[in-house]
């Protein structure tokens, strides 16, 4: 490991060959990943790149500074889905950069290698860096804000501590046009548990000034010119949307207070387990100390706002991996340099063992499970489930190479003696475990889940014609047929569409459990069904 995490370019060039090939092999996800690869190709069809779109509409939920990201990408590799996830590609290679440099700098080198390990070899933080959501790079600027912050926060006298805050300032500032004010709660709340922790202030006024500033002046560089052209609507509906989310189950997304904690134990496994022992394990000095309790406020603001935020999905806690890998680094540095006695508990042992023997023999089985689906898949009960799994995926044998290689990571860990020999075998079996996963599970995943979908939606490409969904919320049909912009606004409206007086042919696109409807809608000629999608159409 020594050599291949030797150095910031060795680790750049390790990240970039596991998250940037194969980024285009499977079709973009729905909702999120077709979302905002749509906005961003809406912006390059409109030439509007100041104002966010869907369906040629102003779209409230998001600001714009990812949506630049992928059209910036777009425009050099084309409308694709290698382009729509490559700004997070770049990220993630930023991302084990800036650990290791952070890591050397308050620890030394040994630290900056492992923490590069774990959380390259952590599940859900391996898997976001070849997604095309807009999570990853958020993340790293709340985190950076926070650097920033805690440098500031340091007993010791720094010879020019302003520009600090204003890096701070701008970072956060670059988080809020990224996702949203959420940015701003997670550190403004931070900074106040930890200040009443250590019962002072520790920023000058001045310097919580600059923040704040330098933060405004980049959020008004949009929010602000967007009221002076177009008025508050947007501004007011983008705060009542962040107020829904918390106050309600947004698109069917609530869950138990509960769920973003099993998601952090089993997501990020085996981080996860050696992150319970590092929050009790000790520093060595005093900037340690300090950088640790950051990390520890960071892990627990993030986690119990987002669990009583009444919406909740897989990404919404993922700000915690940061300080969640960090700890479980920590535990791992001190056990590998035997510093202050520290070894590896029993049960944190057999904890790993029954967990990670566990996930390496779901992802073993999945293909054998899916290649058998005769024996077994008429006992769903959902039929649309059973029309997705009626999909051809083509599995084999050899999909489940990647649990394996997971499942004897987790045997080694179990059985060798050397603690660093172990640990670096363990997180290395997750990084591969996560590659092969990716390469060839998703496409097939992808395959059942929505791919007769977007493949009906591919095929209307150039056709001149109207194309909807009915019965379930999708992007698909925007992103994928090349919707253009249009003036009409009756081609919105779905009932338009089943009965108005239409000037061109119409398709629809329905889930199984609204065929029955469809079938009595006058004018509609099925086309066929396939994988749980039935497919309409209606000439004018």
């Known amino acids: 490991m020594k050599t291949i995490l030797k150095n910031e370019w060795t680790?750049?060039?390790?990240a970039a060959i596991l998250f940037i090939p194969f980024l285009g092999a499977v079709h973009l996800f729905d909702w999120d990943e077709i979302n905002f690869a749509e906005s961003a190709r809406e912006m390059m069809e409109t030439g509007n790149y100041f104002s966010v779109q869907i369906n040629y509409q102003r779209f409230w939920e998001k600001p714009p500074l990812f949506f630049w990201m992928q059209v910036l990408c777009m425009r050099l590799f084309g409308v694709n889905e290698f382009a729509a996830r490559l700004p997070n590609a770049l990220c993630g290679i930023l991302t084990l950069v800036v650990l290791f440099r952070i890591g050397k700098k308050i620890f030394d080198e040994q630290f900056a290698r492992l923490w590069v390990m774990v959380y390259l070899g952590t599940f859900l933080s391996f898997f976001y860096f070849k997604t095309g959501i807009i999570d990853p790079w958020f993340n790293l600027f709340i985190f950076l804000a926070l650097y920033q912050v805690y440098i500031l926060s340091l007993p010791t006298t720094l010879t020019y501590r302003p520009k600090h805050a204003i890096y701070a300032g701008l970072l956060l500032g670059l988080a809020v046009l990224t996702k949203g004010p959420v940015a701003i709660l997670l550190c403004l709340v931070s900074f106040i548990v930890f200040a009443i922790s250590k019962r002072?202030?520790?920023?000058?006024?001045?310097?919580?000034?600059?923040?704040?500033?330098?933060?405004?002046?980049?959020?008004?560089?949009?929010?602000?010119?967007?009221?002076?052209?177009?008025?508050?609507?947007?501004?007011?509906?983008?705060?009542?949307y962040q107020i829904r989310l918390f106050a309600t189950s947004e698109a069917d997304h609530g869950e138990p207070f509960f769920y973003h904690w099993w998601v952090l134990l089993l997501g990020c496994f085996p981080a996860s387990l050696f992150f319970i022992k590092g929050h009790i394990t000790r520093t060595d000095n005093q900037q340690q100390q300090h950088f640790k309790q950051w990390m520890v406020v960071l892990f627990w603001v993030t986690l119990l706002i987002f669990s009583m935020v009444t919406t909740k999905i897989v990404h919404y806690s993922s700000l915690c991996w940061f300080p969640l890998t960090f700890l479980a680094t920590l535990f791992i540095y001190k056990t590998i340099t035997k510093r202050d006695f520290v070894t590896i508990p029993k049960w944190l042992t057999i904890a790993i063992g029954v967990v990670g023997i566990l996930i390496s023999t779901i992802i073993?089985?999945?293909?054998?499970?899916?290649?058998?689906?005769?024996?077994?898949?008429?006992?769903?009960?959902?039929?649309f489930a059973r029309g997705n799994l009626a999909a051809d995926a083509h599995f084999t044998v050899f999909d489940g190479l990647g649990g394996l290689i997971l499942l004897l990571g987790v045997l080694q860990f179990l059985i060798a003696k050397n603690v660093k020999e172990k640990t670096q075998l363990l997180f290395m079996s997750v990084t591969i475990c996560c590659l092969f996963t990716a390469i060839l599970i998703t496409p097939k995943i992808e395959a059942i889940s929505q791919r007769a979908n977007i493949e009906f939606f591919k095929a209307r490409?150039?056709?001149?014609?109207?194309?909807?969904?009915f019965g379930y919320k999708s992007y698909a049909h925007y992103y994928y047929t090349k919707k253009q912009p249009f003036t009409d606004t009756l081609s919105t409206k779905i009932d338009w569409l089943l009965r108005g007086k239409i000037d061109k042919p119409t398709y629809i696109s329905v889930k199984v459990q609204d065929q029955a409807y469809m079938d009595t809608v006058p004018n509609f000629t099925k086309l066929y069904y396939k994988n749980g999608f039935a497919f309409y159409k209606r000439m004018p």
């Open 11 to 14: 680790i750049a060039l390790l």
């Open 200 to 240: 002072k202030l520790l920023l000058k006024p001045i310097e919580f000034l600059y923040i704040m500033l330098f933060c405004a002046l980049v959020c008004i560089a949009w929010f602000g010119v967007d009221i002076y052209k177009n008025g508050t609507w947007f501004i007011t509906q983008f705060i009542e």
């Open 364 to 383: 073993t089985a999945l293909p054998f499970i899916v290649m058998y689906k005769d024996k077994w898949v008429n006992k769903v009960e959902d039929a």
């Open 461 to 469: 490409q150039g056709e001149d014609c109207y194309v909807e969904t």
